[in-house]
Each structure stands twice: as C-alpha cells, then as structure tokens.
C-alpha cells in the first residue's frame, strides 16, 4: 500500500502551486560531504521525473575529492513544457580541511551567491566580490536547507565536519529557513533493504541509523528521510522513485509554507 502512490506523488508535485506572489520557484540548497550522493540526488530527481537515468550533475568519483565546484541551479524538466516549481543548487562537499566554507553555504542560503561562483576552499565569498549578490531577491534566496548525510559512513564522519554542519544549521534556524535530512545510501547498510526497497520503513536498520543520525546532527528523526540513489541502475523503478518523492514531497511542502510566511 505505501509503495503503490508514485503516479500520485509525481502528479502531486509536478502540480505544486507556489504559495507566494514573489516567488517564480521554489530553491532547495542541498549540502553535506563529499560522496554522500548530492550532485547523484539532483539526478535521481531528475531522473524519477524523466522516467529514465539522467546524468546532467556530475557525480564525485570514489576520489575524496568534491566533483562540484560552482553554484549551479538544476531545473526539472516537466513533460508539459516549462520546469517544475522547484529548482536544487549543490554546493562544493564539506571536508575535514578543504571543502566548501561554511561562510559560503551561509551565503547561499542568505541568496548572495551568484550563478556560476566557483567555491575556493581558502577564502569564503566576501560582500564586494564580483560574484557577490548584494541585493538578493526572494527567488535568489533559499526557501529549503537539505542536509545529506550517508547511512554508510555515519560512524565515521569527523568531529569537526559535524562542527561545520552544526554552525550551518544555527544559521538556518537562526532566520527560520526550514531543514530537511535525506540519508542516503540505506541499501548499503541492510541486506533487506538491499533486496527489497519496499522494506525501508520497517526495517530495524534503517531506523537504527535514522536515530544515529538525529543524534549526531541534532536534527529530530521526524525530518529525516531514507533514500536510495539511482547509482548503477540502466531505468528507474517505483520503488526507487516513491522514496525520492515522498522526500521531495516534504522538501517541497516545508519550502513553500516558509515562502508563503515571508
């Protein structure tokens, strides 16, 4: 039964009406380190909506090394005309040393990127800058903050990257942008999942790292979502898909209830 809605979700949100007059969409700023599937979510949104594998982010390799290094605003194709309501922007990966600056995706959320910045792991964007929007409109801004975090390497993130996910998320509360975790890669830590996606939200291992997760960030287990990238499948599936939407779904709902209080 909760597996047999995709039709429904996707109509659901293909069909988002903004609840706001200033906004044209709705901006999803997805962050989180290196490997944790960021740039592969933007494509396996893409990818549920198309209804077969897309690659237009590229994807870090097994390097260590973030693959993203510009702001970059990813739109969904509708199969109407136009685009989807929302709209995604990555960000460079965090890392222990290097990596984006915390003041960078600061900034972002506040809409002073510009289109197109390349992230220096040195030196944050500072007001002045070339690529510096001084006067952002409430398109530019950030109407939704997803923190991505893997299933897999939960016990092993650093100390000092939860430092940096932690004063992110301050900022964000700080001026009430609403957040949203996805934990990624779930069929790499269950074996039943793993065979059969359907089992994600009764799965004891699933729930084990949802709650793992809650503690390390500080985020409540009720904004946390599993999802399964498309990673090395040749088409899409329901099951895949259902997970990616009924995240979307949240995603999209809390960004547009905090445009419509602006």
Same mark, same amino acid.
């Not at 950030?142 to 016990?155: E, F, G, K, M, Q």
């Not at 301050?170 to 065979?195: G, H, M, Y």
């Given at each position: 039964?909760?597996?047999?809605?995709?039709?429904?979700?996707?109509?659901?949100?293909?069909?988002?009406?903004?609840?706001?007059? #200033?906004?044209?969409?709705?901006?999803?700023?997805?962050?989180?380190?290196?490997?944790?599937? /960021?740039?592969?979510?933007?494509?396996?949104v893409d990818s549920a909506?198309?209804?077969?594998?897309?690659?237009? @982010?590229?994807? @870090?390799?097994?390097?260590?090394?973030?693959?993203?290094?510009?702001?970059?605003?990813?739109?969904?194709?509708? !199969?109407?005309?136009?685009?989807?309501?929302?709209?995604?922007?990555?960000?460079?990966? =965090?890392?222990? /040393?290097?990596?984006?600056?915390?003041? %960078?995706?600061?900034?972002?959320?506040?809409?002073?990127?510009?289109?197109?910045?390349?992230?220096?792991?040195? +030196?944050?964007? +500072?007001?002045? #800058?070339?690529?510096?929007?001084?006067? *952002?409109?409430? %398109? #530019?801004? !950030?109407?939704?903050?997803?923190?991505? !975090?893997? @299933?897999?390497?939960?016990? =092993?993130?650093?100390?000092?990257?939860?430092?940096?996910m932690k004063t992110v998320?301050?900022?964000?509360?700080?001026? %009430?942008?609403?957040?949203?975790?996805?934990? +990624?890669?779930?069929?790499?830590?269950? *074996?039943?999942?793993?065979?059969?996606?359907?089992k994600t939200y009764t799965?004891?291992?699933?729930?084990?790292?949802?709650?793992?997760?809650?503690? =390390?960030?500080?985020?409540?287990? /009720?904004?946390?979502?599993?999802?399964?990238?498309?990673?090395?499948?040749?088409?899409?599936?329901? *099951?895949?898909?259902?997970?990616?939407?009924?995240?979307?779904?949240?995603?999209?709902?809390?960004?547009? %209830?905090?445009? @419509?209080? =602006?």
């Open positions: 039964m909760f597996f047999s809605g995709r039709g429904r979700l996707e109509c659901e949100l293909r069909n988002t009406k903004i609840r706001s007059s #200033d906004v044209s969409h709705l901006r999803i700023l997805l962050y989180g380190q290196i490997g944790v599937g /960021k740039s592969c979510f933007v494509n396996s909506f198309q209804h077969e594998i897309i690659n237009r @982010a590229g994807e @870090a390799p097994c390097s260590g090394k973030s693959y993203t290094k510009k702001y970059k605003t990813y739109k969904i194709r509708n !199969v109407n005309g136009g685009f989807l309501p929302f709209v995604m922007n990555d960000v460079m990966g =965090l890392e222990n /040393k290097d990596g984006v600056q915390t003041a %960078d995706v600061i900034s972002a959320l506040l809409g002073h990127v510009k289109e197109g910045y390349e992230f220096n792991p040195d +030196t944050p964007l +500072t007001e002045g #800058d070339r690529n510096y929007v001084s006067n *952002p409109s409430p %398109d #530019d801004k !950030v109407h939704c903050l997803v923190t991505i !975090v893997s @299933a897999n390497s939960l016990s =092993l993130m650093d100390q000092s990257v939860i430092k940096k998320k301050q900022q964000a509360n700080d001026i %009430d942008i609403p957040q949203i975790v996805l934990l +990624t890669k779930i069929d790499e830590v269950c *074996p039943l999942v793993k065979k059969d996606l359907k799965s004891k291992k699933i729930h084990e790292k949802i709650n793992q997760c809650s503690n =390390l960030i500080g985020t409540p287990v /009720k904004f946390i979502f599993p999802v399964k990238n498309y990673c090395y499948e040749s088409d899409t599936n329901d *099951p895949t898909d259902i997970l990616i939407m009924l995240a979307l779904r949240h995603i999209v709902s809390a960004a547009n %209830d905090y445009v @419509a209080s =602006l």
